[in-house]
Structures are given as structure tokens and as C-alpha cells.
């Protein structure tokens, strides 16, 4: 009987805490998120620059860049 009180005694210390452990992750995940979109927008921004690099390098002739294609 002793052991079944201290159970039910832990259980109902889970039960009230769990929504507030819920909502904690819960913000986290939000901020996870945030940095997440954060970094794919730079990524593709640092993807976007180096093509327009790329394009510039290809279409300027050797000549200018002062090389000369073997």
C-alpha cells in the first residue's frame, strides 16, 4: 500500500509538471527554427553570389583576366 502511495505521489509530480517541460521544448524548437531559416537564407545567398561569380568569370573573355586558356 506504501508503495503504491509513493508511486501515485511521483506520477502526479509528472503529471504536473510535464505541460511546462512541453512548452519549454516547445520554445526552443521555435528558436531552432528561427536559426534554421536564418542559415538557409544565407546559404542561399552565398550560393546566389557565387554563381553570379561564376557567370562573370565565363562570360569576360581571357584576355581580360589577363589568362590565357590552354
Known amino acids: 500500500m506504501v508503495m ?5 505521489f511521483f506520477m ?6 510535464m505541460p511546462f517541460v512541453l512548452f519549454a521544448v516547445k ?3 521555435d528558436r531552432t527554427l ?3 531559416e536564418k542559415i538557409e ?6 550560393e546566389s553570389g557565387r554563381k553570379n561569380l561564376e557567370s562573370e ?6 584576355a581580360e583576366n589577363g589568362q590565357e586558356k590552354i
Open 57 to 62: 568569370e565565363n562570360s569576360s573573355s581571357p
Open 41 to 46: 537564407k544565407r546559404l542561399s545567398d552565398l
Open 27 to 29: 520554445g526552443k524548437l
Open 12 to 17: 502526479a509530480i509528472a503529471w504536473l509538471v
Open 4 to 8: 503504491m502511495s509513493i508511486l501515485g
Open 34 to 36: 528561427e536559426l534554421l
